[in-house]
């Protein structure tokens, strides 16, 4: 009898879990988005290791993050108006064709010895682009796909369980691979890995929801999104404490080659584990507000794992011994994805569906926007002060900025209870 109600449990947790998983159109995007993004993370670590390789300059590793995530910054806005006004499965359809010439582009330069430092920075910036409409416009795609809005928080904590199972996984096939073949096969192989998400979309029968009031002129759109989620005071404070995070705790991973050659000696595997095992602990959270079965106290999620992260960033920042790191990693890894897969799920929970696109487009901004300065300012900060100093006071400032959040918990909790 214990035996039959234990599997009768795992049984029920599983269907909680993955219950989004029952939308014909999020199982095509659930398995069509896996296998690109495998191939995502496999081009990052194996970019981000031929450019220390090529310079082993952290300035230069700091260049390339900017360069590659600065477009976000100034287009993802503007994203997010389009996303409010055009078909979001046929925007998808089009940034994906377009990531997946950029990647064979970079493939094919790596592959005949033409590859150059400023390649890749071409290159980072052309992907950035795409990505700025590109984020945006998948984070509401979510909506689209999920019919039962009560299951959105699933949905969207299963789409984050996705990209960090690919953060796993994608870093440690990169790392074999590039001391195996090169990195210009990781390049290629991520390009094919764009043919999957394509034919997903491309199979999906989505409703097209129109629009209530005629379209305004985009700068005019722009501008009423804005003022909307500064009048709102929880989206504020939410925006700024990603921002904050994002400026100062998310370029740890800019940093991540030099902590796996300089300071732990290791190699490209080496690299490829600690990327990989931030995944860990990120899987672990996602799967575990994906058991939630609603979102209550969400607010208090945000603040505790703001925490886990910043006071992990400054242990890891301490640590020589590579076992340490690892273990380090799987509670800044859970920290940062509880975090991020959290605000997402409040902000598309309180936002109005009229301008769920533009308030998407600010949440990207607030993470993938402005992240590239955070890697200039690591890249400086580094290159003057070393990898370890810069990781402290990153991290510092994120223990800090999730402190002053804590006031603003119970205003989130009773929105969420409406």
């Not at 052309?126 to 949905?155: K, Y």
């Not at 209550?296 to 020589?320: C, D, K, T, Y």
């Amino acid at each position: 009898m214990t035996r039959e109600k234990n599997n009768s449990n795992g049984q029920l947790n599983a269907k909680v879990i993955f219950r989004a998983l029952r939308y014909r159109n999020f199982r095509l995007f659930f398995i069509g988005q896996g296998t690109s993004l495998v191939g995502t993370w496999m081009q990052a670590m194996a970019m981000s290791w031929l450019v220390y390789r090529m310079t082993n300059s952290a300035w230069l590793l700091g260049m390339v993050g900017f360069f590659t995530q600065i477009p976000t910054f100034f287009l993802t806005p503007f994203a997010g108006v389009l996303a409010d006004r055009w078909d979001r499965r046929r925007i998808l359809i089009i940034t994906q064709v377009l990531a997946m010439i950029q990647a064979f582009i970079l493939a094919f330069l790596t592959l005949t010895g033409m590859i150059a430092v400023w390649h890749i920075i071409v290159m980072g910036i052309i992907l950035g682009c795409i990505n700025s409409l590109d984020m945006p416009t998948r984070q509401a795609f979510v909506v689209d796909m999920v019919e039962d809005r009560e299951i959105l928080s699933n949905a969207i904590a299963l789409n984050s369980f996705l990209f960090n199972a690919a953060r796993l996984v994608g870093p440690s096939i990169a790392g074999i691979v590039v001391a195996i073949a090169g990195e210009g096969i990781c390049f290629l192989l991520n390009g094919a890995s764009y043919l999957a998400v394509i034919i997903s979309l491309l199979f999906m029968i989505i409703i097209q929801q129109k629009r209530t009031t005629p379209p305004l002129h985009v700068l005019h759109e722009l501008k009423e999104g804005i003022i909307y989620a500064y009048n709102f005071t929880p989206i504020r404070s939410i925006l700024l404490l990603i921002g904050s995070m994002s400026l100062m705790g998310m370029s740890y991973a800019v940093l991540m080659p030099i902590f796996a050659k300089d300071i732990l000696h290791g190699n490209s595997h080496t690299l490829g584990f600690l990327m990989a095992t931030g995944s860990i602990g990120a899987l672990a959270g996602t799967l575990y507000l994906a058991s939630r079965k609603n979102t209550e106290g969400l607010g208090n999620i945000i603040a505790h794992a703001s925490l886990v992260f910043g006071i992990g960033l400054v242990a890891f920042s301490l640590s020589h011994s590579l076992w340490i790191s690892l273990i380090i990693l799987i509670f800044i890894g859970f920290g940062m994805m509880v975090q991020m897969a959290s605000v997402n799920t409040v902000l598309q929970t309180i936002v109005d569906d009229d301008k769920r696109g533009r308030i998407m487009s600010l949440y990207t901004m607030s993470f993938a926007g402005i992240a590239p300065l955070g890697s200039l300012l690591a890249g400086a900060l580094a290159n003057t002060l070393g990898a370890i100093p810069t990781l402290i006071i990153g991290g510092a400032f994120c223990t800090i900025s999730a402190l002053f959040f804590f006031p603003k918990i119970q205003s989130i909790n009773k929105l969420l209870l409406k």
